[in-house]
């Protein structure tokens, strides 16, 4: 009888040591995604979300799917591969050395920058510019 009740002992033990090393790395895991956070987006003292400040950014307008890499074997330019991936579904990209932005709004200034070099102004969120102007860059 007192056998059973040590590997019951022991076996609760285990278990409660489990959970609550469970618990502190959950806690510290969860401490840390918080302190590195870089999507987050920045806040009064009243909790209200301040928009994103609209800055210029430079690069070659493609897509989320080639990037600046576009397949040069199926015979289309850059602004033709463009534009065949945006209509399978990827989304307008900025290019800027190993940078790739997401674009999002104004997609119509962005359709005649397809594969072109381009100024954009927007707010940027994450990897997200948020194009407020796009036009080719001088």
Known sequence: MAQNRFWLRLITLCTTTALGMALVLAVVSATVA????N?????D???VAKAA?????????TDSRCSAKHDMNSGLNPAE????CL???????LVNGDKVYL???SESELTGLAGVRAKVNGSL??????????????
């Open 34 to 37: 918080w302190a590195t956070g």
């Open 39 to 43: 999507d987050r987006i920045p806040s």
């Open 45 to 47: 003292d009243d909790g």
């Open 53 to 61: 400040e609209s800055q210029t950014y430079y690069g070659v307008v």
């Open 81 to 84: 591969c463009t534009q065949a």
């Open 87 to 93: 209509s399978k579904g990827a989304k307008y990209a």
């Open 103 to 105: 674009l999002s709004g």
């Open 125 to 138: 969120l994450g990897h997200t510019i948020q194009v407020h102007s796009a036009a080719v860059a001088q």
